[in-house]
């Protein structure tokens, strides 16, 4: 029953910061996923040595903690590929105007 009490409690607070922040960052959200599977991990391996609370707030702080560093990995790429995609979209635009100008200057030839 102390798990299950503690368990609730703990989902509530998480539901309790997730629901009322801004977007998450992939950080935010691989610490997020990462403290629940951790806390899940924990409670059953802590029931079965018969600690399931003390388990589940171990599994949390160790799950946190991986998810963290997973997500820091996966934001630092997302941001990379947005900087790629904002070169390549530079680059296509120059290409553009370079293109219209070589045209500009073979009508100019013409006349």
């Known amino acids: 029953m102390k798990y299950r009490l503690s368990a609730l409690v703990g989902m509530f607070l998480l539901a309790g910061a997730i629901g009322c922040s801004t977007p998450m960052t992939t950080r935010e959200k691989g610490t997020a996923v990462g ?14 040595v018969g600690r399931p609370g003390t388990g589940a707030a171990i599994g ?5 903690g991986a998810g963290a560093l997973i997500g820091d990995q996966l934001q630092g790429q997302e941001q990379k590929q947005q900087e ?13 105007r ?8 073979k009508q100019q030839r013409e006349y």
Do not use: Y
């Open 60 to 64: 949390a702080v160790l799950g946190a």
């Open 35 to 48: 403290a629940v599977g951790g806390a899940a991990a924990g409670g059953i391996i802590g029931a079965a």
């Open 98 to 105: 370079l293109k219209r100008e070589q045209e500009r200057q």
């Open 84 to 96: 790629q995609q904002r070169q390549i979209d530079e680059n296509k635009a120059e290409t553009e």
